[in-house]
Each structure stands twice: as structure tokens, then as C-alpha cells.
């Protein structure tokens, strides 16, 4: 399969269950559930991969449009890798068409940052990815800022988002659904252009 012909695999990441939808960790699932609903479809267990999945297509109707395979992995944040392998794999996706949309610590609350390749930056579901397929794919890195004073990272990102960033949270979610999509359409270049900020 060619590389216009394969789909493009976008991998939400987050974990699994109720108690963890609103967390920080889980800003790649709120993109995926956006994705999902702008293309029309919904998520359904996987036969192939322990992952949630829909299939579309991402840009203007006609032969511009693409396929695109949306993931939620199943198995939680840091088994993140075998999922997206088993789709990848299934689907016959380069690894230069693979998205991971996902939390960054590094960045400030609401900011973006799209790239390809580059480390793990303490990321348990980048850890994962890139043990089973390399550093070579696309990341939109959702930014949600340092902890508050010595709280503990892992508590902070299991943390629901506070009163004060859950204003923001849909224009945020919003705006990296609409990141995911350019990249897609038009390439990292003009897409990290556009939403590098």
C-alpha cells in the first residue's frame, strides 16, 4: 500500500474509564472524541487492537479528503505502544502517518506544539510508542503546564483540569482537533506555522 493510499492512524492517548475522562493525562482521548464527532462516527472496540476505534475521513469532500483511522488504546497510558502497533500493523500505516495526541508537561496550559520525532520528555505513552515503533512519528503536545509547587507530576496529571482551565478547555480541545486536521491536510511545515504558538 502506498503512502497516499494508507490511512492516517491518530492515537488519542489517555486511560481507560470514568474516573479518569476529565483528567489533564487524558486531553488526547477529548481530541479523539472531537475528531470522532466531526467525522460523523463512533467509537467501537476494536477486533484487531486493544483500542477504541473509528474510521473517516479528514478534510474538503472529493479526492483531497483523507482516510483516517482514529485510536483510543484500551490498555492504559503507559501499554499505549501496543495498541498503536497492532493498528498500524492492521492498517499497514507508515510510521510518518501516525499522530500521538497527548499531554506535555513542558508546555504552557493551552499552547501547542506539533513535531516529528524527538524524545519521550517522561511521557509513559510516548515511552511506549517508541519502543515499538521508534521516535519517527507525529505529536501534537497538548500543553498543561508544570505542577503548582511541589505537588507530584503523576498526581497532577491524574488531576482533573481546575475551574480556571476547564474555561479554556473546549477552545483548547477545539483548537488541536483543528492542529490534527492540518497536519493531515497540509503537512507538518504549515500546520506547525499555523499552530506552533
Known sequence: MSESTAPWLVAGLGNPGPEYAA???NIGFMVADLLAERMGG???????AQAHVVEGRIGPPGPASRRVVLAKPMTYMNLSGGPVTALK??????TEQII???????????????????GDNGHNGLKSITKSLGANYLRVRAGIGRPPGRMD?????LKDFSAAERKELDWFVDRAADAVEALIS?????AQSTYNS
Open 42 to 48: 463512533h467509537f467501537k472496540r476494536s477486533g484487531k
Open 186 to 190: 497540509d503537512g507538518l511545515e504549515r
Open 153 to 157: 507530576v503523576a498526581a497532577f496529571v
Open 89 to 94: 500493523d492492521f492498517y499497514k500505516v507508515p
Open 23 to 25: 483528567n489533564r493525562h
Open 100 to 118: 500521538a495526541v497527548h499531554d506535555e508537561l513542558d508546555i504552557p496550559y493551552a499552547t501547542l506544539r506539533l513535531k516529528l520525532g524527538g
